[in-house]
């Protein structure tokens, strides 16, 4: 499939089925913590990038083969440059009781027609890593007509205007914005926001810039604090035993691979299988040079 991929585990949402409107790599940010890689087009035009027909019709026949826990907006760019993207959201609310989800950085919240496009949307994720804008030019790389302030009133904005669940997902990264200055910043401009969950992550796949290092759980536990009740720690997964029975195993493990870096564990989340028998599935793959491998922080990534 071209648009539509999964279901695949999710830290926060079970079993995720992904719709992809945007080309590898087209996005606003160049991010150094990205797992889908460096941006090789960055824009901020909003845009119609595939037959919205095509997607749609993928889609519909996903949705007659499984059952996911969400439905989820993301893969290989930033979902909000797609104009298709309303039309998306609308079709899966006419057919399922599943929740929509937008994963976004947050950085086209400014604009109203972006708002107005996603505002159907069950849950809207975007992302918030600092309040000062020297560090956001360091972490994210942004598009050359954006700054934090401007990104900031979009998401204030976005919260006057949302319905939905509004998670704000907080990225730390070890020596950029983990300072108790960073922190506090954060914590005031949050503040601001009132999201309804403060979701705090770091790198936990091979990052695109290996200046991106991660927090270890202790000190994510001690900023968890800081940040009160409404902060959850997200930057772990448990295994769960669901199963998704309609495709083989191995067409799902490299239909994951092929989207982003997957563990043995992911793939036996996904497979409704055990550990065991996920790696041994992964190992016939990657001696028939189907899959690479990589280490990140002591565990061993999958990708194509």
Not at 72 to 88: K, Y
Not at 123 to 136: K, N, R, V
Request: glycine residues 6%.
């Amino acid at each position: 499939m071209a648009y539509v991929f999964g279901p695949v585990p999710s830290r926060r949402l079970g079993l995720s089925l992904g719709v992809d409107l945007i080309p590898l790599k087209t996005c606003t940010y160049n991010c150094l913590y990205c797992q889908v890689g460096r941006t090789t087009r960055q824009s901020l035009n909003i845009e119609s990038f595939f037959p919205v027909t095509e997607v749609l019709e993928e889609l519909g026949r996903k949705l007659e083969i499984c059952s996911p826990d969400a439905i989820t907006f993301s893969g290989s760019g930033e979902p909000t440059l797609s104009s298709d993207i309303d039309r998306v959201i609308s079709f899966v609310k006419e057919r399922t009781d599943t929740k929509t989800v937008i994963l976004t950085n947050g950085s086209l919240l400014w604009k109203e027609d972006v708002r107005r496009r996603i505002s159907g949307a069950d849950i809207i994720m975007p992302t918030l890593t600092t309040a000062f804008d020297e560090t956001f030019q360091l972490i994210h790389e942004p598009h050359t007509d954006l700054d934090l302030s401007t990104i900031f009133e979009g998401l204030k904005s976005l919260r006057r205007s949302y319905r939905g669940n509004l998670f704000l997902e907080v990225v730390l990264l070890a020596g950029f914005n983990d300072s108790e200055k960073e922190l506090d910043g954060l914590r005031r401009m949050i503040g601001q926001i009132s999201p309804d969950k403060i979701q705090l992550n770091t790198v936990v796949r091979p990052p695109s810039d290996p200046r991106a290092i991660p927090l270890d759980i202790k000190r994510l536990e001690d900023i968890k604090s800081l940040f009160g009740e409404k902060a959850e720690i997200i930057a772990q997964t448990p295994l769960r035993n669901g199963r998704w029975e309609d495709e083989t195993a191995y067409a799902t493990i490299l239909e994951m691979a092929k989207r982003r870096p997957v563990r043995a564990r992911d793939v036996a989340n996904a497979c409704g299988i055990s550990l065991e028998e996920a790696e041994s599935l992964i190992k016939g793959l990657f001696v028939k040079g189907a899959l690479r491998q990589q280490e990140h922080e002591g565990e061993v990534y999958y990708m194509e």
